[in-house]
């Protein structure tokens, strides 16, 4: 549990240090071409948020998958039980897991489905739009500096 406090700190201090890069564009003396530094630096920003959201739930799966069948009163996942009312864990007969998008389902016997912690949600989204934000912002780097290129062979 250690390790993947350690690896989402470790994300998020580098999108802080990203966002400090992005910050540093308003002062004076910034450096040429600004637009796409800003647009790398935006992207670097927005990839360590999307890698410190996604480790956080990533973390918090495998936290939950270690504690199935481990020991006494394991069995099924104490993700599964805790928090919930006697009538949403009883028929309790398994659970699932899924890394890409997180999840951690609870499965009954009957077959009906509910999640184990909500929360999954808007990290699965939180993440999706960060990953996509810093693709686009790379893509739009490419884009600057190969426009700024054919102006350069233009004006030549």
């Not at 504690?67 to 398994?94: H, K, N």
Request: proline fraction near 5%; aromatic fraction near 10%.
């Amino acid at each position: 549990m250690f390790v993947g406090f350690a690896v989402c700190a470790l994300c998020a201090v580098g999108a802080v240090i990203s966002l400090f890069g992005v910050l540093a564009m308003l002062l004076p003396g910034r450096p040429q071409p600004w637009a796409s530094h800003l647009l790398r630096r935006g992207a670097l920003f927005a990839g360590c948020g999307a890698a410190a959201v996604y480790s956080l739930g990533l973390f918090g799966v495998l936290a939950s998958e270690s504690q199935f069948d481990d020991g006494a009163d394991s069995v099924p996942a104490p993700a599964c039980r805790d928090g919930f009312d006697p009538e949403t864990v009883r028929g309790l007969s398994r659970h699932r897991s899924s890394y890409l998008p997180l999840r951690f389902d609870c499965v009954r016997a009957d077959g009906s489905v509910y999640s184990s912690d909500p929360s999954y949600t808007w990290i699965n989204w939180t993440s999706l739009s960060l990953a996509l934000a810093a693709a686009l912002l790379v893509v739009g780097a490419g884009y600057a500096a190969e426009a700024r290129a054919r102006r350069a062979a233009a004006a030549v």
